[in-house]
């Protein structure tokens, strides 16, 4: 009894919590960066990375290829210890015509885009279920695929 009292107080403490939404960028070497959304003027992306300029001029470069890939959720709170389970894998990468998809089984039914690495959205699948995804047709480059709030990236050949 005493156990469950503990527990019910855990979650009504986490859920008293407001929850600050950010941007996290997962890198492959270094633990995750969580910025403030509230914090940010802009992100803009060029041919050495991705800039994040803060209104507290704490501002952040990453390197492309130090970034696994970038995420928006809420910083603290319960729902950042669920968004691990949300993350995806694309296979292979890079690649010359086809991505597979795995670890996304949670994400069924959501929408994907690929994005350029201008931010531009250019294709959408609807209901994403899924199914193997053609980028044949895109031009060698990064690219960012985007299902739900889970981000990553993939380089076409």
Known sequence: MKKILILCALFLSFSAVKAEEVITIHLNNS???????????????????????????????????????????????????????????????????????SGGENLYGSDLRIYSISGSIISQHNNWNGETVDVSNLNAGIYFVNIGSTTTKFVKQ
């Open 31 to 101: 633990p995750a960066k969580d910025i403030a959304l509230a914090n940010i003027q802009k992100i803009t992306f060029d041919a050495n990375g991705l800039n994040v300029f803060c209104y507290d001029n704490n501002n952040k470069s990453f390197n492309y290829s130090d970034i696994n890939k970038l995420t928006f959720g809420e910083g603290v709170g319960v729902e950042s210890l669920l968004a691990d389970n949300a993350s995806i894998m694309v296979a292979p990468n890079p690649t010359k015509s086809t991505l597979v998809i």
